[in-house]
């Protein structure tokens, strides 16, 4: 079954500082990728997916197929980026949404 | 549009009791999902109804069940509560079936004592 993995259950950085949620996969095919955000007090929303290779709020994510990672990158960290942040992935036949544990990213000033 | 809308929001509920979640879909939409978010557990998928039919079921008891109507409002439904079902339930919805591009509710919050 398909699995993403994030290691990561905090990450903690300062604003300004670099950004990168690990995620990876376990698929041999195609997968396709998403990264959901939740901030506090608001509903989960769909951050950016990997086949329409976008940038939103300044965060990107590449595809790896060697490494099978999808990991979510910004340069720069703002404080309103702190949310809980998942990795999921469509399972075999695109029938459901697989989410990883998620990372909580705390950006302090 | 109006956004996947969920009641109630919050809810409290007795050991052995029964109770029943609504979702209703961004207009339009036809596949409503839902799952169930625990801090020990994350985003555990439940099932997915598509034009008023179960399209897949997760890992969940029978306990959990869930129905669509006519107007791709969707209920679901969790019998004979257990302290372990206190969790967040949320609903999400698409356009199509599957997990493709989903809309999520505020979610339920459900606290069974």
């Known amino acids: 079954a398909q699995r993403v993995t994030q290691p990561e259950k905090l990450l903690s950085v300062f604003k300004g500082a670099p950004v990168e949620l690990k995620c990876n996969y376990s698929?041999?095919?195609?997968?396709?990728l998403f990264w959901y955000v939740q901030y506090s007090r608001q509903r989960l929303q769909l951050l950016l997916r990997?086949?329409s290779r976008e940038s939103i709020k300044g965060f990107t994510a590449d595809l790896n197929k060697g490494e099978t990672s999808f990991h979510l990158k910004k340069p720069f960290a703002q404080e309103e980026d702190s949310a809980m942040y998942y990795c999921?992935?469509?399972?075999?036949?695109?029938?459901?949404?697989?989410f990883g544990t998620g990372t909580r990213l705390l950006v302090s000033p | 549009k109006a956004g996947v809308t969920q009641t109630p929001r919050y809810l409290i509920k007795t050991r052995g009791q029964q109770v029943t979640l609504s979702c209703s879909p961004i207009?339009?939409?036809?596949?409503v999902s839902w799952y169930q978010q625990t801090p020990g557990q994350g985003l555990q998928f439940l099932f997915e109804?598509?034009?008023?039919?179960?399209?897949n079921k997760g890992n969940f008891p029978g306990r959990f069940s869930g129905r669509q109507f006519s107007n791709s409002r969707s209920e679901m439904n969790v019998s004979t509560l257990e302290l372990g079902d206190s969790a967040l339930y949320l609903c999400?919805?698409?356009?199509?079936?599957?997990?493709?591009?989903?809309?999520f509710g505020p979610g339920t919050r459900l606290t069974v004592t």
């Open positions: 999400a919805s698409s356009l199509g079936p599957g997990g493709y591009e989903q809309y």
């Open positions: 698929y041999s095919g195609s997968p396709e």
């Open positions: 990997h086949i």
């Open positions: 999921a992935t469509l399972n075999t036949g695109f029938q459901k949404l697989v």
């Open positions: 207009s339009g939409h036809r596949s």
């Open positions: 109804y598509f034009s008023e039919t179960q399209r």
